[in-house]
T-cell receptor, first 113, second 112 residues
């Protein structure tokens, strides 16, 4: 079975540009999570969805970040405008249901110049 | 606020030299504790879930245990391919539903 698929794998862009990260969760999984990983702060939850509905967005840094899940097989994380401090690896994960293991994609390495 | 502390930050072992990694947690009502392995350039890979104190899980050379304050990941006779960063995470009653709080990880290197 295919795992969580993220695109792009790498993104390099200039400050001020809009960035869109994409995620396809594992089929049948009800939960989808967006994380950010940096050396300074480790792995942090940004937002998660249950059945396409955002449940907890308290980890979203500021209004420049937004996430959507228009259907069960697709989610986006958008940063507009981007800033150098947004540079990090962004992971998407999905789980079958609550308290079940989260399965991670291989991430998007984002560099904002 | 949920807190997860892993120790040591880094560990170097010789092949065959058994050891343990520690994950200490402070949460209000643990629902589950998760262990993951992360290789460079990859996402975390799920290893174990532990739900209650006294529970143990095993997989090949790895064994995870849980008490009311901490979890250990025991590595028996490790091989170079066990080299990775090991992360633990907790899911707690007081926090929002399915939120996981991760520790900083232990970077394990096994030399041949």
């Amino acid at each position: 079975d295919a795992g969580v698929i993220q695109s792009p794998r790498h993104e390099v862009t200039e400050m001020g540009q809009e960035v869109t990260l994409r995620c396809k969760p594992i089929s049948g999984h009800d939960y989808l999570f967006w994380y950010r990983q940096t050396m300074m702060r480790g792995l942090e939850l940004l937002i998660y969805f249950n059945n396409n509905v955002p449940i907890d967005d308290s980890g979203m840094p500021e209004d420049r970040f937004s996430a959507k899940m228009p259907n069960a097989s697709f989610s986006t994380l958008k940063i507009q405008p981007s800033e150098p401090r947004d540079s990090a690896v962004y992971f998407c994960a999905s789980s079958l249901r609550d308290l079940q293991p989260q399965h991670f994609g291989d991430g998007t390495r984002l560099s904002i110049l | 606020e949920d807190q997860v502390t892993q120790s040591p930050e880094a560990l170097r072992l010789q092949e065959g030299e058994s050891s343990s990694l520690n994950c200490s947690y402070t949460v209000s009502g643990l629902r589950g504790l998760f262990w993951y392995r992360q290789d460079p350039g990859k996402g975390p890979e799920f290893l174990f879930t532990l739900y209650s104190a006294g529970e143990e899980k095993e997989k090949e050379r790895l064994k995870a245990t849980l008490t009311k304050k901490e979890s250990f990941l025991h590595i028996t006779a490790p091989k170079p391919e066990d080299s990775a960063t090991y992360l633990c995470a907790v899911q707690a009653r007081e926090t929002s539903g399915s939120r996981l709080t991760f520790g900083e990880g232990t970077q394990l290197t096994v030399n041949p």
